[in-house]
């Protein structure tokens, strides 16, 4: 019997392949756990701006398209301000069962010459960029709700990024959290409130050179809540945004493909390059009384960017391919099934290889589809570019799923699913 072939990547990545005696022998594995044991996980657009080539006075306040959106940065550092790009409709949205937050302009501007105490926010430099975005809360349900109204810039991957703040170059009368109505709990946002206001994002020169070497991300976190200690929050797929800073990039992004946001793409460790993509497939199978519906596949090449090389070293010099499937999961039983712990393998040209899907570089939210909810999964599968131009027959085995006590559900049942190539 052929020895059972395993790729590791030194980081994140593992890459279980299990060679296969005969087409009619099933090879066997166990799946692991999301991350390898060795590692731990950590955690658009609108014209731009033309500016004069001299420097706006601070007291001078732009018209028309060259609205300032946010004048209080001029008055409170002292400050030139020179608009960069504004974008007036970006469709950043985030709605988690009702408790909805979207983005509804934000503008970028340069700021020079900044009187001292506004230097602590640039490296104790006198000069640098601020973020300005409008954004309007909607507790669209009918309880109040706890929420922490966090955003982030995101630049090389998750843990490098911008966050939001909501007091910084923020004139009082716009802080979220002092003109919304409960003013006893700084993140209980009242059942039916709604209240916009503004955030900002601060850039070092340093920071505002790195948006032109990555592909930045604008991410709304997650994590309403019916209690103060935010047990149980809604997250769902924390949305990740191409965060658009000028004209030309935003040509090029909107003349991309794209792609599903795995984690691959929604926190930067790799550009793609499309291969093959099939929408509308929706092949539905029911696993219990949960119907699974794949509704689409993606084949791409994936170049890991600059910051991420490392996370997949072991996959050779050939460079990595991907397979991501979107399946739409419809929970109709009547307890919650998990999404974040399922056994799916890759059946590869009749068990030549199985390969495990990769839970690291998939959305970790949401980690459960609710007892009558629809929820979304994506799988992730990676090969080594080479090895994966050889293969022809990719049937995907889905599941099986796990309950809450962590005991396989509806008697470990799977799915197969024959996917397009």
């Known amino acids: 019997m052929k020895k059972s072939k395993f790729l590791f990547s030194t980081l994140f990545f ?80 985030h709605d988690m069962e009702g408790f909805k937050v979207s983005v509804d302009e934000y503008q970028l501007v340069k700021v020079t010459d900044v009187n001292e105490y506004s230097t602590i926010y640039f490296d104790d430099q006198v000069d640098g960029y601020v973020v300005t975005a409008k954004v309007t809360i909607e507790n669209g349900t009918d309880k109040p709700m706890y929420y922490n109204n966090s955003h982030r810039i995101q630049l090389s991957n998750d843990l490098d990024y911008i966050p939001s703040d909501w007091k910084a170059f923020v004139p009082e009368d716009q802080q979220i959290f002092k003109i919304k109505k409960n003013q006893d709990d700084i993140s209980l946002f009242e059942a039916g409130e709604k209240v916009t206001g503004l955030l900002t994002f601060k850039m070092t020169n340093e920071d505002f050179e790195k948006l032109k070497s990555v592909k930045p991300k604008y991410v709304i976190e997650g994590g309403a809540a ?30 991309q493909p794209q792609f599903f946001q795995d984690r691959l793409t929604s926190d930067n460790w790799a550009d793609k390059k499309m291969i093959f993509e099939k929408a509308n497939i929706n092949d539905t199978k029911k696993i219990g009384d949960v119907n699974v519906t794949v509704e689409g596949v993606q084949y791409t090449e994936v170049i ?39 056994g799916t ?30 929820g ?17 027959k990719f049937v995907m085995e889905f599941g099986p799923f796990y309950a809450e006590n962590g005991e396989q559900a509806f008697k470990g049942r799977t799915a197969e699913f024959t996917l397009p190539r």
């Open 14 to 93: 593992s890459t279980l392949l299990l060679a296969a005696c005969g087409n009619d022998e099933e090879a066997s594995g166990t799946k692991q756990e999301e991350a390898p044991a060795q590692a731990e996980e950590t955690q658009t657009a609108n014209d731009e701006v033309e500016t004069e080539t001299e420097e706006q006075d601070a007291g001078e306040q732009p018209q028309g398209d060259n609205e300032t959106l946010n004048p209080f940065i001029a008055e409170d550092s002292e400050g030139n301000v020179e608009i960069l790009y504004t974008n007036k409709d970006p469709q950043y949205t």
């Open 226 to 255: 019916e209690n103060s200690d935010f047990s149980g929050s809604i997250s769902g797929n924390s949305p990740s945004y191409d965060f658009i800073y000028n004209d030309e990039q935003a040509e090029t992004t909107a003349s």
């Open 304 to 342: 890991p960017t600059e910051a991420n090389k490392e996370m997949f070293s072991d996959f050779g010099d050939s460079g990595v391919a991907a397979l991501t499937v979107k399946v739409k999961i419809d929970n109709g039983s009547t307890t919650p099934v998990s999404i974040n712990n399922l």
């Open 345 to 374: 393998i890759l059946n590869v040209d009749d068990n030549r290889v199985r390969v495990l899907s990769q839970g690291m570089a998939e959305p970790r939210d949401p980690a459960t589809i609710a007892a009558g909810e629809t």
């Open 376 to 392: 979304e999964k994506l799988h992730v599968f990676l090969f080594r570019k080479d090895e994966f131009g050889l293969y022809k």
